[in-house]
């Protein structure tokens, strides 16, 4: 009973800390593989709390700004992007009714705050102890600081130790870790030695092929692995025993976690945020094994089961092995979290010697001393103190005077105010303007100037929308020569703009999957790709699969595309061989030399030729897609033919028969074989069959256990592919719902056009590891062609036109639609399925793909005046061919500025924007309020596209903040790390984020970060419903992640929506005048 006891609470401490590592795993964000890049708000996870709180958040356990440099916003302020009167709005909260008289001039306190802003007069009063640098001003500094210097009270030595040592405790488990406190105090690099450890065996544990040789004991786990693997290195960071160490470590990765905090006396309150730290010292890797612990079904995880448990297990033995090894070799106490605390109060002077000198902050000759005594613990720290307290301290204060003086004058010098009149100021008042600058921190500005920008932004956003006529029941009655639907995407925006100038071009926005949430599996690709947005999932298949005519060129691309298959991996064998690549470098350098040569001299030319080779060598065939379910006997005859296939492959690979010995009924007989799990029910058939084929019979029944276990031809293999069979496709009823949706959710339900264009968009470039993030984000950072053609063959099913009806939806007979794609890297737009055309649609055809070549010339250079090496307007084909030039040139770190500069997301009828030059900086999604009396598709738009646009929005956002923390840094030093992620250099923690040069234009933000302003037309009451109904609206709208702007169809207003939940008119006054609500 008592063991029953025993185990039932070592499981409950268990369920306990995995609790604790879910919420400590908040802070971190998931990160997705490369291969399909999903744009999302790194503090995802703390979206409960306010923008600003979740901000302090980042900078607590990621060191992350989360506003841009206070210089940056200077220079949107000088530039126009920031109005002064927007600046003066945002600091209103913050002044106080009081005032300084300087002469006949009064400061009030909103001056010195906007003053602060304007000039950079709010940094810490301090100057270098050996400033002896000549100031023209030095006499007037001089005074200043002996008026200053009565007024002005300094702690003195004992009372800064004091406020340190409390200030460091508080800090000890929420902001520092012991591995931290022990870097900080005694200069060791405890973080950085762990973190090098772990980023090696996450690089060997985690690899998806990368690697030439595999870390053994993988399938047992991360941390079962580690153990295994660890446990025979010689010494480990030179941690003594270490061997003996680890082997005597649990079983479990929770108690091994368990027993590491509780050695470390880590309070039960502070493990959450004490593990929080932990893996915030390196989130990328964290948050790919997150993202890898949540995703169950990643056939990599079920392989290699990771998890933050796992993670952390490792990581905090090694942390309480090196924390114990330092403070027992350098202070001589236990390194455990009473300890420390206990040494900081009881060593106060030592400790906070030490602290400064790590911090650098000790002049050369203390800092020697210092050094001279980090390994004596007794007299020798009180007597360097003593000498520290009359021969610096005093130092300091006169330069915090000084400090404070030059301050001043910066002020007056700003205000336009003689600096005469400082010195003829009372003391006390010259201390009340100090006292302002200093309660005004930069760290404080950061909120201040965003407000400012989006305020900026928004009038003049708001100001060419509410310019011009709003008509709520408006709608067209001439039939458009067509009408094209494209991608929420602020790519988009620009081309529509410029089709619709072409003529009488109907253009629609919507989310770029297109309603239609397939797993996808492109013809000859053994992988399927998810292309839905990665907050849905999907229970239906397509597949791509030549057209029916075309049989007697299947075989011939298929057996010309195993030729360049077994090319590639001759090759890539001889590279990875122990031998080979000596031999390589000499016969085949030369071969090697020839795309080097062309990518970098000739990148088009070389791209044109390739691309022709391919063309011969396995040209590209007509295709169609498994829109349609199977009938049960197609689905069997499937199987069947798969199963066969399957069948012969084995017999090339492993025995090398030719098609010609491998004979139908050879190849059913084995099939039914294996299929019969061990019974001889055909026996005499398969003996007499691989007789005739000259296999030896010794060998049969290894090869069929062959073709069950490596092969999956068993019956549960089967059984779980036939389940997948059937999910291939959609029911007559489910396109019905999926085409009713789509067309009703983008107000496309009436005066249907000849000819209706779906297109998605994708991208092109070379030598890129981010090109998925310039892919469709709707899509699951995939291209969005599968979805367009899924749709379009949806929508010209007649069955499912004669099912619309009873919907209300009515399509024309000569209405056809079409799927395309639009490359967002050159602008041009590629159309699908053209076969299936009716001849009577053959001109309309013809003049929408000169309009779309047109638009696509117009967009490209538009786009071009936006690249910075681009100093003047180009001719529309000189522009045309750089951006196809920047889509195949290996050296371009930037083939496009991609959704750079993303502002706002408008969900309601094109009149609203048509016409407006929007710099593609907005996503635009059409909708009807008419056609949505239930707010039931509106209720769609904003929980999933506006969530997909918030997470494009927050990561280019916080990408452009810090680069370093929330971004990747410079595309310069990125490496590809196991097919999954990408390092700066060898070794580094994976780089969260996008590219400097996807934001950046030089030193100043090509994106200008703001968080996103969604505006919607329709009636409010509605909206508050939804708002109610929805928590993720509530943590959008309330905690100001999301800025929230409707326009009222029954009375033609526009109203704000604040935090507290109420909506305030916004009213447009005089021009350059701000926007009052």
């Not at 004991?217 to 960071?237: I, P, Q, T």
């Not at 408008?906 to 707010?935: A, C, Q, W």
């Amino acid at each position: 009973m008592a063991e029953l006891e025993h185990t039932s609470d070592i499981e409950s401490r268990r369920m306990e800390l995995r609790g604790i590592v879910r919420l400590a795993g908040e802070v971190i964000a998931q990160y997705w593989p490369m291969r399909t890049f999903v744009h999302h708000n790194p503090l995802h996870g703390i979206e409960y709390l306010s923008f600003e709180e979740a901000v302090r958040r980042g900078k607590q356990f990621l060191s992350g700004n989360g506003y841009l440099p206070s210089h940056v916003y200077r220079q949107f302020l000088r530039a126009g992007r920031i109005q002064p009167h927007h600046l003066d709005d945002a600091l209103k909260p913050l002044a106080i009714d009081k005032r300084v008289l300087l002469g006949t001039h009064t400061v009030t306190h909103a001056t010195v705050l906007r003053a602060c802003l304007a000039e950079e007069l709010c940094s810490p009063v301090t100057e270098p102890l050996d400033d002896q640098l000549p100031d023209p001003l030095r006499h007037v500094i001089d005074d200043l600081a002996a008026r200053l210097k009565p007024v002005m009270i300094f702690p003195d030595l004992a009372e800064r130790i004091d406020t340190t040592v409390r200030r460091d405790e508080a800090a000890l488990g929420r902001w520092l870790t012991l591995s931290h406190w022990c870097d900080d105090t005694l200069g060791t690099q405890i973080v950085q030695q762990i973190n090098d450890q772990l980023i090696k065996w996450c690089e060997a544990f985690l690899d998806e092929g990368h690697a030439t040789w595999a870390m053994p004991e993988r399938d047992k786990g991360l941390y079962a692995a580690w153990k295994a693997m660890a446990s025979h290195e010689w010494s480990v960071c030179d941690i003594q025993d270490s061997r003996r160490k680890i082997q005597r470590l649990p079983e479990y990765p929770e108690d091994a976690l368990l027993a590491s905090l509780d050695a470390m006396g880590i309070p039960a309150e502070l493990r959450q945020d004490y593990l929080s730290l932990q893996l915030t010292a390196l989130p990328g890797w964290a948050g790919f094994i997150k993202w890898r612990g949540e995703e169950r079904d990643y056939p990599w995880q079920q392989a290699y089961p990771a998890g933050l448990v796992k993670f952390l297990a490792v990581r905090q033995w090694y942390a309480r092995e090196l924390v114990q090894k330092a403070c027992q070799e350098m202070l001589a106490i236990e390194g455990r979290f009473d300890a420390v605390a206990a040494y900081m109060h009881s060593h106060a002077e030592e400790y906070y010697l030490r602290r400064q000198r790590v911090a650098g902050r000790l002049p050369a000759l203390y800092a020697e001393e210092v050094d001279r005594l980090a390994h004596h613990r007794g007299t020798g720290w009180k007597a360097v103190l003593e000498r520290y307290k009359m021969e610096v301290v005093p130092r300091q204060e006169a330069a915090m005077l000084r400090g404070a003086a030059k301050k001043l004058l910066s002020l007056v010098r700003f205000l336009k105010i003689e600096a005469a009149l400082l010195t003829d100021s009372p003391s006390t008042d010259l201390k009340q303007l100090v006292d302002w600058m200093e309660a005004f921190p930069e760290s404080e500005h950061g909120p201040v100037w965003l407000q400012a920008l989006e305020s900026s932004y928004q009038e003049r956003l708001l100001g060419e929308l509410q310019a011009r006529p709003y008509d709520p029941d408006r709608s067209a009655t001439n039939r458009p020569y067509s009408q094209s639907v494209y991608c929420i995407d602020v790519r988009s925006e620009p081309f529509r703009r410029h089709l619709e100038s072409m003529g009488p071009h109907d253009t629609y926005g919507f989310a770029g999957f297109f309603a239609a949430f397939i797993r996808y599996r492109a013809w000859g690709k053994e992988h399927d790709t998810e292309q839905f947005p990665v907050i849905m999932r999907a229970k239906n298949e397509v597949r791509e699969i030549p057209r029916s005519y075309l049989d007697h060129k299947v075989l011939q691309h298929e057996a010309r595309a195993r030729w360049v298959h077994a090319g590639h991996t001759l090759l890539h064998d001889l590279k990875e061989n122990v031998v080979t690549p000596y031999v390589m470098v000499e016969s085949l350098g030369w071969f090697y030399g020839l795309p080097i040569f062309g990518k970098t001299l000739f990148p088009a030319l070389y791209q044109r030729l390739t691309a022709w080779f391919r063309r011969l060598s396995a040209p590209s065939l007509p295709t169609k897609l498994t829109v349609d379910k199977l009938a049960p006997g197609d689905t069997s005859e499937m199987l069947d033919t798969e199963q066969q296939a399957l069948v012969r492959k084995a017999l090339q690979e492993r025995f090398g028969l030719r098609n010609s010995r491998i004979t139908p009924a050879l190849v059913d007989a084995l099939r039914q074989r294996a299929l019969a799990l061990g019974e001889d029910a055909n026996s005499v058939i398969v003996t007499e069959e691989t007789t005739r084929a000259g296999l030896p019979p010794e060998k049969v029944d290894e090869f069929i256990e062959i073709l069950r276990r490596q092969y999956d031809l068993n019956a549960r293999a089967i059984s779980r592919h036939r389940e997948r069979i059937t999910r291939t496709g959609f029911t007559v009823e489910e396109q019905v719902l999926t085409v009713d949706t789509a067309l009703r959710m983008m107000g496309l339900t009436k005066n249907f056009a000849r000819l209706v264009l779906f297109c998605a968009h994708g991208s092109t470039s070379d030598n890129n590891p981010y090109e998925s993030a310039l892919d469709c984000g709707a899509c699951g950072g995939n291209e969005g062609k599968p979805n367009a053609r899924v749709l379009a063959m949806m929508a010209n099913n007649q069955t499912v036109r004669e099912r619309l009806k009873h919907t209300g939806l009515d399509i024309p007979t000569d209405t056809h639609f079409i799927a395309g794609q639009m490359n967002t890297t050159t602008d041009e737009v590629q159309l699908f399925d053209l076969e299936d055309v009716p001849p009577t649609h053959r001109a309309d055809l013809a003049r929408l793909q000169d309009d779309l070549k047109e638009a696509s010339h117009l967009t490209s250079q538009e786009r071009c005046r936006r690249f910075p090496e681009v100093q003047q307007t180009l001719p529309e084909r000189t522009a045309h061919a750089l951006v196809r030039k920047r889509s195949v040139d290996w050296s371009q770190v930037r083939p496009e500025w991609g959704l750079s500069n993303n502002t706002s997301f408008v969900i309601g009828r094109r009149e609203l924007t048509k016409g407006l030059d929007l710099s593609g900086r907005v996503f635009l999604h059409s909708y009807d309020y008419r056609e949505d009396p239930s707010n039931r598709l509106l209720e769609v738009l904003l929980t999933a596209p506006q969530v997909v646009a918030q997470w494009i929005n927050m990561e280019h956002y916080f990408s452009a903040v810090d680069n370093e923390v929330y971004g990747s840094g410079s595309k310069i030093y990125h490496n590809v790390v196991g097919r999954f992620g990408i390092m700066s250099g060898p070794w580094s923690d994976l780089r969260l984020g996008l590219a400097r040069q996807t934001v950046m234009n030089s030193e100043m933000p090509y994106h200008e970060p703001m968080r996103l302003l969604t505006i919607v037309e329709a009636p409010r009451k509605g909206i508050e419903k939804l708002i109610s109904r929805h928590e993720v609206l509530q943590h959008y709208y309330h905690n100001e992640w999301v800025h929230l702007i409707a326009l009222d169809p029954e009375d033609g207003n526009w109203y704000r929506y604040r935090p507290s939940g109420e909506w305030i008119r916004i009213m447009q006054e005089v021009a350059g005048q701000p926007l009052t609500s």
